[in-house]
Nanobody, 111 residues
């Protein structure tokens, strides 16, 4: 079955960078799939942050992160990444990756 393991969260000062990783045990369809990053701040609804579609590699970003975050995937490692630059306090949230299932989440705190 599919399992997702996220890592890379932590605390950083405003303007700093973090890279989140999401290791996927297997995709339901290794040739065609999408994987996305979502986040949920306290007392707020979960929102989509970025998504990448395989095999074309099309990417989509929320307006709030465009130009600062980059989603990518390493197909050989079945791992997706979210590079987050120029972080702002409003980026503070639990970040989840998701494909056919949700990951457990990783905390990102920007002060």
């Amino acid at each position: 079955h599919v399992q997702l393991v996220e890592s890379g969260g932590g605390s950083v000062q405003a303007g700093g960078s973090l890279r989140l990783s999401c290791a996927v045990s297997r995709y339901r369809d290794s040739r065609r799939h999408c994987i996305g990053w979502f986040r949920q701040a306290p007392a707020k609804e979960r929102e989509g942050v970025a998504r990448v579609d395989a095999p074309i590699g099309s990417t989509y970003y929320a307006d709030s992160v465009k130009g600062r975050f980059t989603i990518s995937q390493d197909n050989a490692k079945n791992t997706a990444y979210l590079q987050m630059n120029s972080l702002k306090p409003e980026d503070t949230a639990v970040y989840y990756c998701a494909t056919s299932i949700w990951g457990q989440g990783t905390q990102v705190t920007v002060s």
